[in-house]
């Protein structure tokens, strides 16, 4: 009898045994695989969260990664092989290893954007402020949050929130406005009457005014950053050499042979680029000497008006070429600045303290920005 209860126990023991390593076996026979996740200051990770997970091999895990208020997502670092897209934060992954990721956040940097006759600034807290000219509602963002970057053209004014979509108000004639439905987007551009967007794969959208084929950036890859002139549209490639489409009536798309490039400005109708080694160069019409920049030096910064140039130099100060009827051009005194934007005839300046500071035509009050602050 006793034989008998113990040869049952054992046979259930062995069943029990078995029943568990089937259920381990449901993985296909898969090994299991560990997942560590982390982030940078300034957000976190909300999906699957921030630690050490299990999962068997070949399971594909839902990325979801949140920013801070002041902050934006930038990228997902580390084993990012297998992830979808590593500049969207909320993507998957396929385990087929051992992962280590980093979801990556950095401070938004408040910026100012010029458009024809208003202003508008990015603060630190992605909301946006605007002043000037408000007959067509560009100055309607008084809503906007998450912001991380913006942009101003002649009579509308768009924002690129921190999701990759992108928000736009103003003038819409020529549908410079219509980018309710772009998405994966991380960088804008605004020119006269026409909007360009780059996704984070290095391709262009772009929608507005096309009489002179400034929209026509289907088949662009591979780009670093974009700017947008009145009637052309400039690209920068990560090796620095840039490429233009649109209206080249002055010359302002002859940029072929530039090398070394690291920023580029486009104006009404000359193209500005800024060079590795902190000098300037110029295509395009000259009437004005807004191209005179050959002697320009230690500059970190460029921005392109109507029909005249300025540069931001790296300790702070100002120098500007071109037309000056309205004064836009006087920044000799400007100092401790970051950023500098420039339109048809006023430019604008950042200061380290996120106060602004702005000359050149003010009939629209677009220069009124003495209170403004843009770091919170």
Not at 30 to 50: D, H, Q
Not at 108 to 123: D, E, F, N, R, Y
Not at 288 to 301: L, R
Not at 349 to 367: F, H, P
Request: aromatic residues 6%; proline residues 1%.
């Amino acid at each position: 009898m006793r034989k008998s209860i113990y040869l049952a126990r054992v046979s259930i023991l062995l069943i029990m045994i078995a029943l568990i390593f089937g259920m381990a076996g449901c993985g296909g026979g898969r090994p299991y695989n560990n997942l560590y996740i982390t982030s940078t200051a300034g957000g976190s990770v909300t999906r699957p969260g921030e630690n050490t997970f299990i999962y068997y091999e070949e399971t594909v895990v839902n990325l979801e990664a949140e920013a801070e208020e002041g902050y934006r997502f930038v990228n997902w670092t580390g084993n990012v092989g297998t992830i979808v897209n590593i500049n969207d934060a909320t993507t998957t992954i396929t385990i087929n290893g051992q992962y280590s990721l980093i979801a990556n956040f950095a401070q938004i940097t408040p910026m100012v954007a010029a458009g024809g006759v208003h202003t508008a600034g990015l603060k630190s807290d992605g909301t946006v402020v605007a002043v000037g000219d408000n007959s067509d509602g560009q100055c309607d963002v008084d809503d906007w949050t998450n912001i991380i970057q913006v942009a101003a053209g002649n009579d509308y004014t768009v924002g690129l929130k921190s999701d990759g979509t992108v928000v736009a108000v103003g003038g819409n004639t020529d549908e410079q406005c219509d980018v309710d439905d772009w998405t994966d987007i991380i960088q804008v551009a605004a020119g006269l009457s026409h909007t360009v967007g780059v996704k984070s794969d290095g391709t262009a959208v772009a929608v507005g005014d096309n009489t002179s084929e400034q929209c026509d950036v289907g088949g662009w890859r591979g780009i670093t950053m974009v700017t947008a002139g009145w009637f052309h549209t400039v690209r920068l490639r990560p090796n620095g050499t840039v490429v233009a489409v649109g209206d080249n009536t002055g010359g302002q798309c002859d940029v072929g042979d530039w090398t070394n490039i690291t920023q580029v400005a486009a104006g009404m109708m000359h193209t500005v680029g800024l060079e590795s080694d902190g000098t300037v160069v110029a295509v395009g019409d000259n009437t004005d000497s807004q191209c005179d920049v050959g002697g320009w030096t230690n500059i970190i910064q460029v921005a392109a008006g109507g029909d005249y140039t300025v540069g931001l130099k790296s300790d702070g100060t100002v120098v500007a070429v071109g037309r000056n009827d309205y004064g836009q051009c006087d920044v000799d005194d400007w100092t401790d600045i970051t950023r500098v934007a420039a339109d048809f005839e006023h430019t604008v300046g950042i200061k380290s303290d996120g106060t602004v500071v702005a000359v050149g035509d003010n009939t629209n009050e677009q220069c009124e920005l003495s209170d403004w602050d843009l770091i919170e």
